[in-house]
């Protein structure tokens, strides 16, 4: 499969990666929650050439993840400005971030911790069910064709095996 076959697949994953899933992307978006905005800005914190950032940005642009809105006249300048649907990516960035904060560290610990302004608290972000709450484990998520599926997903049910906890000894 090709890279600008991706966005054709009908695969929700494959789909998202089409458009967040090279690095500079995800560190543009890194940025974009980190509340950077303008181009210098992520040029700055990443070290990217001037071409590949604004072929990024226009990107992100063209699929509604960012929008482009102008700061100043002459010359004129834009920021770049999380749309809802960036927005609706922190979910992602924040598992990469957990991940790494889990099995990436080194002996200084994370680079970063994030604080819940409600209650104040660092967190770490955890995925549950939207049905009852449960938190979400691969061995226990079965997938099926949903509607848009075509091609072999719709001939084939995928399913991760779901596992029964194993008893465990007691030890004398």
């Not at 992100?60 to 999380?82: A, D, F, N, T």
């Not at 927005?87 to 971030?97: C, E, G, N, S, W």
């Not at 099926?144 to 599926?149: N, S």
Request: glycine share 6%; with cysteine.
């Amino acid at each position: 499969m090709k890279w600008k076959e991706l966005e054709e697949e009908p695969c929700s994953m494959a789909r998202t990666i089409a458009v967040i899933g090279d690095r500079w992307t995800l560190l543009i978006l890194r940025e974009c929650f980190l509340r950077t905005r303008r181009f210098e800005g992520f040029q700055t914190a990443l070290g990217i050439t001037r071409h590949l950032l604004a072929e990024r940005l226009k990107k992100l642009v063209r699929q509604g993840i960012l929008r482009r809105v102008p700061y100043q006249e002459s010359p004129k300048r834009h920021e770049y400005i999380l749309t809802q649907k960036g927005l609706d990516l922190y979910p992602i960035m924040m598992a990469i971030v957990h991940w790494g904060d889990t099995h990436m560290v080194d002996e200084r610990g994370r680079p970063l911790l994030h604080q819940h302004r409600n209650c104040g608290k660092n967190f770490d972000p955890v995925m549950v069910c939207s049905e009852c709450g449960e938190p979400i484990l691969a061995k226990e998520v079965h997938t099926h064709p949903g509607p848009g599926a075509r091609g072999p997903l719709a001939q084939k049910e995928m399913e991760a095996p779901a596992r029964k906890p194993k008893a465990r000894r007691k030890v004398a």
